[in-house]
């Protein structure tokens, strides 16, 4: 009689983290992941500056740092739907995704560490990005900016980057449910630059759409926006309804 | 004329390609429909006296969109690697070995890119303006003489947007950035628009020149420039960044 050993089996907490360490570890080994991320933050100080310098010789009051600086926002969140995009469409460039699914079978998990490693990626880029902003327009202001309270900056700042974090999210949800670049970068850039503007200014109701309801988050100019708040918990909303939908069709479909 | 036909052949069996023109057809006559809705609504309520002779074409430079994407995967979908399972090859490799004069086969797609994107335009335009006649009825400005030259405007600066977009990716190999970078600068306040905050010269940037030929009222507009100026400043870039492309295309392995 042989002594039978019983199989060897990970504990769920193990097998999840070490899904996210193999999550991380292809998006760090990505060269686009550093090239868009690269570009994204030599973007924003271009931007930032223009932006400053219009403020300057604009016909509107003296505006405070966080406001001129975090302007540039709109523009370079570009490039982080862009990194979700890349993050998610990369696995089926070239068949890696049976490599990762044969891997990591269940496909709820290893779709919730992709995602969790996109945002552990994406959120210091983010805070450095709308942090560089604004301490970039504190400089060129000087005596000239309004004058602004703590709290203020700290909640514009944490909401830029939490901001660009959530829309991360959102390229990688698309990204996961269309599978190709080019189509998913325009069908989210072409929502944010050119429908999502344009519904704004037609109906009351687009307020509560992700870029409306987020651009609250960071963004005192708009006027008629949601409070702060639940700007916030409307992008979260729609962010983890995007990645629902999106993990759905990951699970019932072949690859 | 054969590379030609073989170029056209390709853009066609593009999926993208459609989808494209999709965008470039629906993005202007659907926002055209949506402004020309309260525009009307305006005009019943007499707060306005007659819509915006604007109506239908600001809308138009959006649908610019539409050719951007074109000319971006005309040249893209060239330089996509198949996966290993299918070879792990690039159509250009195939194409330069069918048509091996590089710049005869550049020449081809940008004609191609150039009759698809003029098509583009005519069938966007028809269709913006027949969705602002539609929804405003009778207060509908009329469409006389001095039209033709600002739907001729339309067609101009959508081929130079398509050729530029092309010109670009060309130059990147990839279409991601291009598509990025000019989607985000398509949108209601571009960035080049926010330069023209700094230094009047970026009024000569080929978006905002080109739209002099069709779009008359500019918000905070610096600079007069004429119709006539405006396309050819546009052309001028596009010839310039299509010369660049032309000659980095010819130099450097495929």
């Given at each position: 009689?042989t002594a039978?050993?019983?199989p060897?089996t990970?504990?769920?907490?193990?097998?999840?983290?070490?899904?996210?360490?193999?999550?991380?570890?292809?998006?760090?080994s990505?060269?686009?992941?550093w090239?868009t991320?690269?570009?994204?933050?030599?973007?924003?100080?271009?931007?930032?500056?223009?932006?400053?310098?219009?403020?300057?010789?604009?016909?509107?009051?003296?505006?405070?740092?966080?406001?001129?600086g975090l302007?540039?926002?709109?523009?370079v969140?570009?490039?982080?739907?862009?990194?979700?995009?890349?993050?998610?469409?990369s696995?089926?460039?070239?068949?890696?995704?049976?490599?990762?699914?044969?891997?990591?079978?269940?496909?709820?998990?290893?779709?919730?560490?992709k995602?969790?490693?996109?945002?552990?990626?994406a959120?210091p880029?983010?805070?450095?990005?709308a942090?560089?902003?604004?301490?970039?327009?504190?400089?060129?202001?000087?005596?000239?900016?309004?004058?602004?309270?703590?709290?203020?900056?700290?909640?514009?700042?944490?909401?830029?980057?939490?901001?660009?974090?959530?829309?991360?999210?959102?390229?990688?949800?698309v990204?996961?449910?269309?599978?190709?670049?080019?189509?998913?970068?325009?069908?989210?850039?072409?929502y944010?630059f050119?429908?999502?503007p344009?519904?704004?200014?037609q109906a009351?109701?687009?307020?509560?759409?992700?870029?409306?309801?987020?651009?609250?988050?960071?963004?005192?100019?708009?006027?008629?926006?949601?409070?702060?708040?639940?700007?916030a918990?409307l992008?979260?909303?729609?962010?983890?309804?995007l990645?629902a939908?999106?993990?759905?069709?990951?699970?019932?479909?072949?690859? | 004329?054969?590379?030609?036909?073989?170029?056209?052949?390709?853009?066609?069996?593009?999926p993208?390609?459609?989808?494209a023109?999709?965008?470039?057809v629906?993005?202007?006559?659907?926002i055209?429909?949506?402004?020309?809705?309260?525009?009307?609504?305006?005009?019943?309520?007499g707060a306005r006296?007659t819509a915006?002779?604007?109506?239908g074409?600001?809308?138009?430079?959006?649908?610019?969109?539409?050719?951007?994407i074109?000319?971006?995967?005309?040249?893209?979908?060239?330089?996509?690697?198949?996966?290993?399972?299918?070879?792990g090859?690039?159509?250009?490799?195939?194409?330069?070995?069918?048509?091996p004069?590089?710049?005869?086969?550049?020449l081809a797609?940008?004609?191609?890119?150039?009759?698809?994107?003029?098509?583009?335009?005519?069938?966007?335009?028809?269709?913006?303006m027949?969705?602002v006649?539609?929804v405003l009825?009778?207060?509908?400005p009329?469409?006389?003489?001095?039209?033709?030259p600002?739907?001729?405007?339309?067609?101009?600066?959508?081929?130079?947007?398509a050729?530029?977009?092309f010109?670009?990716?060309?130059?990147?190999?990839?279409?991601?950035v291009?598509?990025?970078?000019?989607?985000?600068?398509?949108?209601?306040v571009?960035?080049?628009?926010?330069?023209?905050?700094i230094?009047p010269?970026?009024?000569y940037?080929p978006?905002?020149?080109g739209?002099?030929?069709?779009?008359?009222t500019?918000?905070?507009?610096?600079?007069?420039?004429?119709?006539l100026?405006?396309g050819?400043?546009?052309?001028?870039?596009?010839?310039?960044?299509?010369?660049?492309?032309?000659?980095?295309?010819?130099?450097?392995?495929?």
């Amino acid at each position: 009689m042989t002594a039978v050993t019983p199989p060897v089996t990970r504990s769920h907490g193990r097998e999840a983290a070490r899904a996210l360490a193999a999550e991380l570890s292809k998006l760090v080994s990505l060269p686009a992941t550093w090239l868009t991320l690269g570009g994204t933050l030599a973007a924003n100080p271009i931007l930032a500056i223009a932006f400053t310098n219009a403020a300057r010789h604009g016909p509107t009051g003296p505006r405070s740092a966080p406001d001129v600086g975090l302007t540039s926002i709109a523009y370079v969140q570009a490039g982080f739907v862009v990194l979700g995009v890349l993050a998610a469409c990369s696995e089926y460039e070239g068949g890696q995704i049976r490599t990762t699914l044969t891997a990591m079978p269940r496909r709820s998990l290893q779709f919730a560490a992709k995602h969790l490693a996109v945002a552990i990626v994406a959120l210091p880029a983010a805070a450095i990005t709308a942090a560089s902003g604004v301490v970039l327009a504190a400089g060129a202001l000087g005596g000239t900016a309004a004058p602004t309270t703590a709290g203020h900056v700290v909640r514009t700042l944490s909401g830029a980057a939490a901001y660009l974090a959530l829309w991360t999210l959102i390229g990688v949800a698309v990204g996961a449910l269309v599978r190709q670049t080019l189509p998913a970068v325009v069908a989210v850039l072409g929502y944010l630059f050119i429908a999502g503007p344009l519904l704004r200014a037609q109906a009351s109701a687009a307020r509560y759409l992700p870029d409306s309801a987020g651009s609250a988050m960071w963004s005192s100019v708009d006027g008629g926006a949601v409070a702060p708040a639940r700007g916030a918990l409307l992008v979260s909303a729609w962010t983890i309804g995007l990645i629902a939908v999106a993990l759905l069709g990951y699970r019932r479909r072949d690859n | 004329m054969r590379a030609l036909a073989a170029e056209v052949a390709k853009l066609v069996s593009l999926p993208s390609v459609w989808i494209a023109t999709a965008a470039g057809v629906l993005v202007p006559s659907g926002i055209a429909a949506i402004n020309a809705s309260a525009a009307r609504g305006a005009i019943t309520r007499g707060a306005r006296a007659t819509a915006g002779a604007d109506l239908g074409y600001q809308e138009l430079a959006f649908g610019v969109v539409g050719v951007i994407i074109l000319g971006v995967v005309a040249i893209s979908s060239e330089y996509v690697t198949e996966s290993a399972e299918s070879g792990g090859g690039r159509q250009i490799t195939t194409s330069l070995t069918a048509v091996p004069s590089r710049l005869r086969f550049l020449l081809a797609k940008a004609s191609a890119v150039a009759i698809a994107g003029a098509s583009l335009a005519i069938v966007a335009g028809a269709a913006t303006m027949s969705a602002v006649r539609v929804v405003l009825g009778e207060h509908a400005p009329p469409l006389g003489t001095d039209d033709v030259p600002r739907l001729a405007g339309v067609v101009c600066y959508w081929v130079c947007a398509a050729l530029l977009a092309f010109a670009i990716t060309v130059l990147t190999r990839h279409g991601v950035v291009p598509l990025a970078v000019l989607i985000a600068n398509t949108s209601v306040v571009s960035v080049t628009y926010l330069l023209t905050k700094i230094t009047p010269l970026a009024n000569y940037l080929p978006d905002l020149a080109g739209a002099h030929m069709f779009v008359r009222t500019f918000a905070g507009g610096t600079v007069e420039i004429s119709p006539l100026t405006g396309g050819l400043v546009m052309t001028a870039w596009t010839t310039a960044l299509l010369t660049v492309a032309a000659v980095a295309f010819t130099r450097r392995d495929a």
